[in-house]
């Protein structure tokens, strides 16, 4: 047996979990009470939460009596050998009962990052003025002692006054806010590599495929193979999503029109949104993927007039849009100098509904989303063999990437929402996934 076949792609060590408080005399290592622990990433969430399921054979809660007040710091790793040391609040303590551990209680901790945990604590009622992006990284630095990443700045300089709201409701509704020239949304997320990223849609889609050469792909045939292949392979594909038109309309994510009135200048004007000519649109922006309408048919008609379903306006937005709040040099939260200006909005709306259209859930081994130094795992895109019959590919065989008998073919996918679930009676490591195609297929 070759050392290659030794190695798990499930595999992972937690080397210590340390509780700490300033209470406590000395530090806890509770490892070897930890039977399994879990974090969370979201694309549209500026911190990672957690929890910690632990069987109390020592007497520590007893011992510690947790009140809500301590961190703990864990540090872990694959098979790829990178350790990955992360310091979490806890803010809970929940006891659980299972059958199996009658000697003893078994309790979950419920953990956040610091700037997660502080952010409750504090309100804001002050005015800023600048880039959005600018904006974001002063609060989270100034009030939560946080940094921030960004890829590029948004669209959006405008005075905004904070009505009394934590830190993080304020950056959340700023990031809201912002947008690419083209309405593509921006996202404030967190990840257990690179901490806190401020990035539009449109610098996640340009980015490096995270595993470009070697798609995973699903099958249903448990096999042992060898660790490339196992590190590739998913077990469990699911569709979470409806792909509900008829809800897409409503939102106003196919058709729009867009009145913006203003009663500074007692004026009312309009605007229809398409989305097929900001699809076009589109077409024209730097490091664009889209070549063409993966997830809306613009051939498709309906009715008497045979008309397509982003030639009917399916919902009327009107807004109030004050302008010269500020003056005539700065504008305010929701003013625009110019009407075309204001359908960003509609556009960032639309591109996050169209985002969620088409969902899926995957589960698989951990080892490529935490395999390297930087993020490996929330808002990268990632190549995978969408299943024609859900049984089409062997484990003998995974670099088969496209199969056109069986209706198989590989496509991206930007991962916004992911799940990493370590076990440690077992020392096994997978990942629960949400992903969407958005409008990030791209054929081979």
């Not at 997320?189 to 990035?199: E, M, N, Q, T």
């Amino acid at each position: 047996m070759t050392a290659n076949s030794l190695r798990r792609a499930v595999s992972f060590s937690l080397e210590s979990a340390l509780v700490t408080s300033n209470r406590l005399k000395e530090d806890v290592e509770l490892s070897p009470s930890v039977a399994e622990f879990n974090l969370y990433e979201n694309l549209n969430i500026p911190y990672i939460s957690g929890d910690i399921t632990f069987v109390d054979t020592v007497n520590i809660v007893n011992r510690l009596r947790f009140n809500g007040q301590e961190k703990i710091k864990l540090r872990f790793y694959t098979e790829s050998k990178v350790p990955l040391e992360k310091e979490f609040v806890i803010y809970s303590l929940m006891k659980q009962t299972l059958p199996d551990h009658d000697q003893a209680a078994v309790y979950v901790l419920g953990l956040i990052e610091e700037h997660g945990y502080l952010s409750n604590f504090i309100k804001l009622s002050k005015a800023f003025s600048g880039n959005v992006a600018k904006i974001i990284e002063k609060i989270c630095k100034d009030e939560l002692g946080a940094s921030i990443t960004s890829d590029s700045e948004p669209f959006q300089d405008f005075k905004f006054v904070v009505p009394n709201w934590s830190p993080l409701k304020t950056c959340m509704h700023l990031a809201s806010r912002a947008t690419t020239k083209t309405g593509l949304p921006f996202f404030l997320y967190s990840s257990l590599r690179d901490g806190i990223k401020f990035s539009s849609l449109q610098d996640l889609y340009a980015e490096e495929e995270l595993n470009s050469r070697e798609p995973f792909y699903y099958t249903q045939v448990r096999a042992d193979v060898d660790f490339q292949a196992e590190k590739r392979r998913i077990h469990r594909f699911d569709f979470v999503s409806s792909d509900d038109t008829i809800e897409l309309s409503k939102k106003g994510a196919l058709a729009a029109r867009y009145f913006s009135v203003d009663p500074f200048k007692r004026t009312m004007e309009y605007s229809d949104f398409d989305v097929v000519k900001h699809f076009e649109k589109k077409k024209k922006t730097p490091n664009n993927v889209l070549n063409e309408f993966p997830i809306y048919d613009d051939e498709f008609t309906i009715g008497p007039k045979e008309k397509k379903l982003h030639e009917f306006p399916s919902i009327f937005i009107s807004q109030i849009n004050t302008s010269n709040m500020f003056g005539k040099t700065t504008k305010g939260f929701d003013e625009e100098k110019i009407l075309s200006d204001h359908m960003l909005k509609v556009m960032n709306k639309s591109e996050n509904a169209m985002l969620r259209k088409e969902g899926f859930h995957v589960v698989m081994p951990g080892y490529v989303f935490l395999e390297k130094k930087e993020n490996s795992s929330i808002g990268r895109i990632i190549r995978l063999v969408v299943p024609g019959n859900l049984t089409f590919i062997s484990d003998t065989s995974p670099q088969e990437a496209f199969d056109e008998k069986r209706g198989s073919i590989s496509e991206r996918f930007l991962v916004t929402q992911v799940r990493h679930h370590f076990r440690n009676l077992d020392s096994q490591y997978y990942v629960s996934l949400e992903i969407s195609r958005g409008d990030a297929s791209k054929d081979l």
